[in-house]
């Protein structure tokens, strides 16, 4: 079963606009990470945020992480229409080599 | 690094066949997983290895799915026979260790007609 869930499930901007996605999950994690999805491809790793931090940033993502609230959120900074695509938070159970994936946020930015 | 590579991109099919899809995972990486993706499901996790070993298939939908890894570079996921209700983007990833990321093929787009 899926151990996240994206909010909203779509979300359509302009360009230079700032993006936020946020995740919510149900059982304790390690870690949780964000993946983008461009259509017909496979997802690719944004960012990873351990239990134990509480931010964290790269380029123009930033991902908060409250582990009481068992929620994440991504933020894209200063949209590009390049930036159009699924997005999804994974998080980590049990062992933690399993990784089970939220819905998915598809963002649209439009030029 | 040529990333993960699944063969093939493509694969139509009628219903009661026998599907085998491919996987070549980064060299290097322990862990292998298969995702498949619907509209209706998301991205479900089938089944994931680790040095060649089933860990837990317990997302292996039923008993016409079967996966193998008969070596650090390769592995299969094998549908006998076919449902139409089987049709999906099915993804492999590889990743280093557990716990770290996902490193994504391109998918194998499968349908059963």
């Known amino acids: 079963s899926q151990q996240g869930e994206e909010d909203p499930q779509a979300l359509s901007i302009q360009e230079g606009e700032n993006a936020t996605m946020n995740c919510s999950y149900k059982?304790?994690?390690?870690?949780l990470q964000w993946y983008r999805q461009n259509s017909g491809r496979g997802l690719v790793h944004l960012i990873l945020i351990r239990s134990n931090e509480r931010e964290k940033h790269s380029g123009r993502l930033r991902v908060t992480l409250d582990t009481s609230k068992k929620s994440s959120s991504l933020l894209i900074t200063a949209s590009r229409a390049a930036d159009t695509a699924s997005y999804f938070c994974?998080?980590?159970?049990?062992?933690?080599?399993?990784?089970?994936f939220g819905t998915g946020t598809s963002l649209t930015v439009i030029p | 690094d040529a990333g993960v590579i699944q063969s093939p991109r493509h694969e139509v099919t009628e219903m009661g066949q026998e599907v085998t899809l491919r996987c070549k995972p980064i060299?290097?990486?322990?862990?292998l997983f298969w995702y498949r993706q619907t509209m209706m499901r998301g991205l479900e996790l089938l089944i994931y290895f680790n040095n060649n070993v089933p860990i837990d298939d317990s997302g292996m939908p039923e008993d016409r799915f079967s996966a193998k890894m008969p070596n650090a570079s390769f592995s299969t996921l094998k549908i006998q026979p076919s449902e139409p209700r089987d049709s999906a983007v099915y993804f492999c990833?590889?990743?280093?260790?557990?716990?770290?990321?996902?490193?994504f093929g391109n998918g194998t787009r499968l349908t059963v007609t």
């Open positions: 060299s290097g990486h322990d862990y």
């Open positions: 059982t304790s994690i390690n870690n």
């Open positions: 994974a998080t980590d159970v049990n062992t933690g080599n399993q990784f089970y």
């Open positions: 990833a590889s990743s280093a260790q557990g716990n770290s990321p996902l490193h």
